[in-house]
């Protein structure tokens, strides 16, 4: 039982973290010291946090991934735009 709580806990802190890339990442990375960053971070900021609309989730992202041919989506594109582009 106690395995089930801690499990199900994880779980629902991963499903409230925001994705890489977000425009609710950026801003909280925004905040974080650079230090901090891992390379990984840093470079997923650059590109798609230093150029407006470029943010996994932005009004110009979801635009650009709809004119992409939908069988040169990746799996995350996929998943991100069902995410944040279908209302």
């Known amino acids: 039982m106690k395995r089930l709580l801690m499990i199900s806990g994880l779980l629902l802190l991963g499903a409230c973290s925001a ?3 977000s425009e609710q990442w950026c801003a909280a990375k ?12 840093a470079a ?6 230093l150029i407006d609309g470029t943010a996994v989730g932005s009004e110009d992202w979801c635009e650009d991934l709809s004119g992409k041919d939908k ?14 582009c279908v209302i």
Do not use: F, L, N, V
Not at 44 to 49: I, K, P
Not at 72 to 84: G, P, Q
């Open 19 to 21: 994705e890489p890339g």
């Open 30 to 41: 925004k905040e974080q010291p650079k230090s901090e960053w891992s390379s990984s971070d």
């Open 44 to 49: 997923t900021y650059a590109r798609r946090c």
């Open 71 to 84: 069988g040169e989506w990746t799996a995350d594109e996929a998943k991100s735009y069902a995410k944040h």
